[in-house]
């Protein structure tokens, strides 16, 4: 009974959606595609990787689902590592951003708007510029790592 329902699911839904994922794409782009979405999909500014995402598949002529798919599947690596990656950029700013939330909330409501916003833009780039030093190194292992062993998938259909 289960081997039943597995392989209806597989031929109703798994194998559809591979399909849909693979069109038009050589191993290549599958990977870099992939290695993309693990990119943007970490980056510590919350609500911009899916628009970041559009566009990076936009411009460079990238499958749009598959470079989501993996944006969403990251999601919860992007809140794991937004703790880590702001505490290292308050360390390189001097500015204690965690301990200090709710006076940069009140500041940026009251007369200290100005400096306050300075602050959190200084440690939003410095955590952005932390997140680039470590991600795109990975990535880029990620897609060195896929791109054979999806040339091998390729190759075994």
Known sequence: MKNASGSIFNRKITDPLIK?????L??????RTIASGLFIGTIPIPGTSTLLCTA????????????????????PLQLLL????YNIA????????????TE?????TGKN??????????LMGTSVLVWMLIMFPVS???YFILKPALTRLKGLQ
């Not at 050589?26 to 990977?31: K, L, R």
């Not at 308050?90 to 939330?101: D, Y």
């Not at 940069?104 to 940026?108: D, G, H, R, V």
């Open 56 to 75: 990076l598949s936009l411009g460079f002529r990238m499958n749009l689902a598959l470079i989501q798919l993996v944006n969403y599947l990251v999601f």
């Open 20 to 24: 849909f994922l693979r069109q038009g």
């Open 113 to 122: 708007w100005l400096e306050a916003s300075t602050d959190l833009l200084l």
């Open 104 to 108: 940069i909330t009140e500041q940026l």
């Open 90 to 101: 308050s360390r390189i700013t001097g500015q204690a951003f965690f301990s200090k939330i």
């Open 82 to 85: 937004f703790v880590p990656f």
């Open 26 to 31: 050589t191993p290549e782009m599958m990977s």
């Open 140 to 142: 880029l292992l990620m």
